[in-house]
């Protein structure tokens, strides 16, 4: 049993194993027992230390390491045929990357794929971000701060950062955008609405960027 486990209830270890075996059928023909488990693994050992609470660790991990075995797979795959991805960085990743990411999501269907982190993922999204993005139809509520990992990043044809500065990972080869926006934290629902409206901009057009198709 690894450090980060022994931390866990017995029924969190118990839902770490179904998580982990739910992702090896996921992913069953592409990879490994042994690699979903050694990410599940990693993935807690990075999210158990800065975690603010453990209510949604096992969710939290198992949604961390999905992103991280989808984005294994897109570098094994040596970028043939696939769909353009686009990373999404700022500090809390409960604000302005959320609600971008979830734009990307609405706008772009399934013909791009999108990863979102921060530096120093906050508890939980940030819920006037969640309501903002509720009245255009685009539901953020069930997401999760979580970190990025490097391959994560060496997985993204185009990543956004916004607020991270120097925390944010830079690797050679990689397109960076920077988009300065307001901080949506402590903000009300209609000091919120013009962010959103700034970022779906923005994903619009980078979309048009990326002979993405956007969906009306």
């Excluded at 982990?20 to 158990?48: H, K, P, W």
């Excluded at 990411?101 to 971000?129: H, I, T, Y």
């Excluded at 901080?183 to 901009?201: C, H, K, L, M, W």
Aim: net charge negative; glycine share 6%.
């Amino acid at each position: 049993m690894t450090e980060s486990l022994a931390k866990l209830t017995n029924e969190d270890r118990l839902r770490i194993r179904q998580a982990e075996l739910s992702l090896e059928r996921e992913y069953e023909g592409q990879l490994n027992a042994e690699t979903v488990q050694r990410f599940m693994d990693e993935s807690l050992d990075m999210l158990i230390p800065r975690a603010r609470t453990t209510e949604w660790i096992v969710l939290l991990a198992e949604r961390f390491t999905r992103d991280r075995l989808r984005a294994l797979i897109r570098l094994d795959a040596a970028d043939r045929g696939l769909n353009p991805s686009v990373l999404f960085l700022c500090v809390h990743n409960a604000g302005r990357s959320q609600m971008a990411a979830g734009w990307m999501r609405k706008l772009g269907g399934d013909r791009v794929d999108v990863f979102s982190g921060g530096s120093e993922p906050a508890a939980s999204v940030n819920q006037a971000a969640v309501a903002a993005m509720a009245e255009v139809g685009v539901d953020i509520s069930a997401e999760l701060p979580q970190p990025w990992s490097d391959e994560i990043v060496r997985a993204a044809d185009v990543i956004v950062t916004m607020g991270c500065g120097d925390a944010c990972p830079v690797f050679p080869g990689r397109r960076y955008i920077d988009w300065e926006l307001e901080d949506p934290a402590g903000r009300s629902v209609e000091d919120v609405r013009p962010i959103r409206d700034d970022i779906e901009r923005r994903v619009r057009s980078l979309l048009g960027e990326l002979s993405v198709p956007v969906d009306r």
